[in-house]
Every structure is written in structure tokens, then in C-alpha cells.
């Protein structure tokens, strides 16, 4: 079987990629018969991975939905406990605008310590990340 595309990326093959057996554009082996059975082993890996991935975009792609996304950061307070007052009013304007929470999660910036004369205080300095999202269209 002569091939004149890289059946992986289309790419025009030159004689010189054919005798390597190999496109060097994207690393597909052309001939996989030609190689040992481990780089073939590892070929058919790679192939049963790309083809689960492209089931998957498949997936996805059959809800007909686009979404879009925000983040928005909440420093903790002062003594490093979060801010709930704020946590909720965000919540609230986004949630009036078609927003919904998709993660929340602590980021750690660092340790806040300060000590006079023997005495002081020490607390963690975090940020509170939260990702919205909300659909904008239907695809289709």
C-alpha cells in the first residue's frame, strides 16, 4: 500500500518520510508491519488512546451546547478565614445574570506572621477561586 498523505495529519509524504517510515510532521510510523513489536505495541496504545479521546470530543459534541466561563478571586480575610459575605454577594450577581458555580476551590498564597516585641500573630494568606459557567448557545 503506497500512501501520498499521512493518514494521522494529511501532510504530503516525500520519499525520504516513506523510507523512514515515519511522517515528520506529526511522528505517525506509516507502516506499522515494518517496525518490532514493542514500538507496535506502543503504536496500537497510542492509537486505542486517540480514538477513546476522539469518542469522547464525539460526546461532548453531541450535546449541541456552547458555554462560556468566569473566574472570579476572593481574598481571605485578615486573620485567614474566607469571606462570606463577599463569597455570597458574588454568588447572587452572577447567579442573577445566568451564572452557575461550576468550582470553588482555596488557592494558598503564603503565611502572614508578624511578631512585636515577642507577641503576634500568624495566619495563612488564601485566595478563593470560583468558576462560573453558563450556556450562550445551542450549536446546530
Known sequence: MVLNKCPECGNELTQE?????MCWECGRIINVSLVDDE????FEIREKKRGIEARKQEYAKSFNEHYEYDVVSILNEDHGRIDKEKIMKVLSEHSKSGWKLHTMYSNELGNNAVRILGLGTNS???EDILVFERRVESIG
Open 17 to 21: 518520510m516513506i523510507d523512514a517510515n
Open 39 to 42: 514500538i507496535r505495541e506502543e
Open 124 to 126: 495563612t494568606a488564601c
